[in-house]
């Protein structure tokens, strides 16, 4: 998560470590009528609580029982669900006012979030799966035990799928962020993560990973090339010192990223709306207009800042440019099974090749290292090499009837 650029949680509890704070609360659901005992455990009766089902849409003639476990004929309706369960042989228990048990599996969110942030607080995330029954059960408890409960924003993310087959373990392919980042820097594996709304199915792909690492890339070495144009020097200008065209360009990109990011967080938008200004950054350094064009330290400026500010909302910032460009390299050259040392050798053959104008030679030599993603890059000041999405996997997939 740190490589990732996660934010740390503020606390981390533990359920066993807010047992009295689940059993009073339970107390509390009691005593307001919502919920039973049958032989040491407890239930809470969602035919006390009108509104269950409002997050999921469900309604209670909807819901079947024993789809996902037994029928217990004890309880009044199909939909209760336990809040306290008597201890089975074997099982960890704590003592109680019904006796030795634990936990249902959904009081124990309500207990510590209220204990940490009150009953009403912002954001409640959680998977898709969780809309029901888990954050359903979470809402008719906590709402029994503090009818001024309440939750501002419902954060469901949606599930990763593995070229477009879900990801499990049954099915073989299942794997760890650890595992992706060994091959993939961290920030591009971020950047593939925001390339989709988050409510939405996310499909991985080793297409889609090198097609980030390729982008992000991109978004750096312009950044890096734009702050090397700046140099050291002291760069503080004011907006009236820049160019009314550049001024529209971060405005506008400005507004875009505003009004998706306050759209229930459109990263895809925001990180589309980022192209304007990062061509803009490159035909300022690298074309003979730009290189001309008035105010142009003073546009430079004021464009990486803009980048920069929106990177760093959106934990995409690296503490260095230069440094996260060796780090892409560096995984693009471990996914080719090449050593720098390698390419280098390559990009001098192929410079010998095109003195002795071997032209074949040359180009085989140039598209041997696309295939494995080096891409190469001629300049007057000599031939560069960066990440790039190997061909094989650029190229389309035919098929015969």
Request: hydrophobic share 35%; net charge negative; proline share 5%.
């Amino acid at each position: 998560m740190e490589q990732l650029q996660c934010l740390d949680p503020s606390v981390q509890p533990r359920v066993s470590d807010h047992i009295p704070q689940i059993i009073d609360l339970i107390k509390q659901i009691l005593d307001n009528g919502y919920a039973y005992k049958v032989d040491g455990d407890i239930y809470f009766s969602v035919d006390k609580f009108p509104t269950y089902g409002k997050l999921s849409g469900r309604k209670l003639e909807d819901n079947r029982a024993g789809e996902r476990v037994a029928v217990d004929t004890r309880k009044k309706h199909p939909a209760d669900f336990a809040l306290w369960k008597t201890a089975k042989e074997g099982e960890p228990f704590w003592e109680s006012p019904w006796g030795r048990g634990r936990p249902g599996w959904h009081i124990e969110c309500s207990a510590m979030s209220a204990a940490y942030l009150g009953y009403s607080f912002d954001i409640h995330g959680g998977g898709m799966d969780l809309v029901f029954p888990h954050h359903e059960n979470e809402i008719a408890q906590s709402c029994a035990a503090c009818d001024s409960s309440n939750i501002s924003y419902w954060i469901h993310n949606g599930f990763v799928t593995v070229d477009s087959e879900k990801m499990s373990k049954s099915l073989g392919n299942f794997f760890t962020i650890r595992q992706v980042i060994d091959l993939y820097h961290p920030l591009a594996l971020r950047l593939f993560l925001m390339g989709t709304h988050y409510r939405s199915p996310i499909n991985y792909s080793d297409f889609l990973l090198e097609s980030a690492s390729e982008r992000i890339f991109y978004i750096y070495q312009t950044l890096h090339d734009c702050e090397s144009v700046l140099g050291e020097k002291d760069s503080t200008f004011g907006n009236d010192s820049v160019p009314s065209d550049i001024l529209t360009t971060i405005n506008t990109f400005h507004s875009e990223f505003v009004a998706s990011m306050s759209d229930d967080l459109l990263t895809p938008v925001t990180l589309a709306a980022m192209s304007e200004p990062l061509k803009t950054i490159n035909d300022l350094i690298h074309t003979r207009k730009g290189k001309k064009q008035a105010r142009r330290e003073e546009s430079l400026k004021a464009l990486e800042t803009t980048i920069r500010d929106v990177l760093t909302i959106l934990g995409l910032m690296p503490t260095s440019y230069s440094e996260v460009l060796e780090q892409l390299k560096e995984k693009a050259l471990k996914r080719a099974g090449l050593e720098e040392e390698d390419v280098l050798q390559r990009v001098q053959e192929r410079t010998d090749a095109r003195k002795n104008k071997e032209y074949e030679r040359s180009d085989a030599i140039r598209k041997d290292l696309a295939s494995v993603g080096i891409a190469l890059m001629d300049s007057p000041e000599g031939t560069t090499w960066r990440p790039a999405i190997p061909l094989a996997l650029q190229e389309p997939v035919t098929t015969t009837p």
